[in-house]
């Protein structure tokens, strides 16, 4: 029996996607709402939908999320990062295209701790010397 849906969970910064593909029309759904009116901006859009178009597979699968945490940018991360993971089950041949954009690789960097008796992560008070 050849499986019709494929999962991956994507991360980034804090934010967490839950992502399931099967073959469609390219209709992406984040938390039931069409992609243009939960992720408004075209610059984030174009993120997520990056790894269809490393792999020729735009318009052929229907994408269903559920995102948590974090910002727009964070989950627009999260949600390319679990349809890579997705695609990558789906067929296995997609790997060198998605391994060479990146897609696969889970991007580390989060939000850096304020530190005690100062400003912030980095940001110090202002030094007076008299």
Same mark, same amino acid.
């Given at each position: /029996?050849? %499986?019709?849906?494929?999962?991956? *969970?994507g991360r980034r910064k804090t934010s967490v996607a839950r992502v399931w593909i099967k073959p469609g029309d390219g209709k992406i759904t984040v938390n039931?709402?069409?992609? @243009?009116?939960?992720?408004? !901006?075209?610059?984030?859009? /174009?993120?997520? !939908?990056?790894?269809?178009?490393?792999?020729? *597979?735009? +318009?052929?699968?229907? @994408? #269903?999320?559920? @995102?948590?945490?974090? +910002? %727009?940018? +964070? %989950?627009?991360?999260?949600?390319? #990062?679990?349809?890579? !993971?997705?695609?990558?089950? &789906?067929?296995? &041949?997609?790997?060198?295209?998605?391994?060479?954009?990146?897609?696969?690789? !889970?991007?580390?960097?989060?939000?850096?701790?304020?530190?005690? +008796?100062?400003?912030?992560?980095?940001?110090?008070? %202002?030094? &007076?010397?008299?």
């Amino acid at each position: /029996m050849e %499986q019709t849906q494929f999962y991956g *969970t994507g991360r980034r910064k804090t934010s967490v996607a839950r992502v399931w593909i099967k073959p469609g029309d390219g209709k992406i759904t984040v938390n039931t709402l069409e992609i @243009v009116k939960y992720i408004p !901006r075209k610059t984030l859009q /174009m993120l997520v !939908r990056q790894p269809f178009d490393a792999t020729n *597979t735009a +318009g052929r699968y229907d @994408v #269903h999320a559920t @995102v948590k945490g974090g +910002g %727009q940018a +964070g %989950q627009a991360g999260a949600l390319k #990062h679990g349809i890579a !993971r997705a695609l990558l089950k &789906s067929d296995e &041949s997609h790997k060198d295209a998605l391994r060479r954009g990146g897609f696969l690789t !889970r991007d580390p960097r989060k939000k850096e701790r304020k530190k005690y +008796g100062q400003k912030g992560a980095r940001a110090r008070f %202002q030094f &007076s010397k008299r």
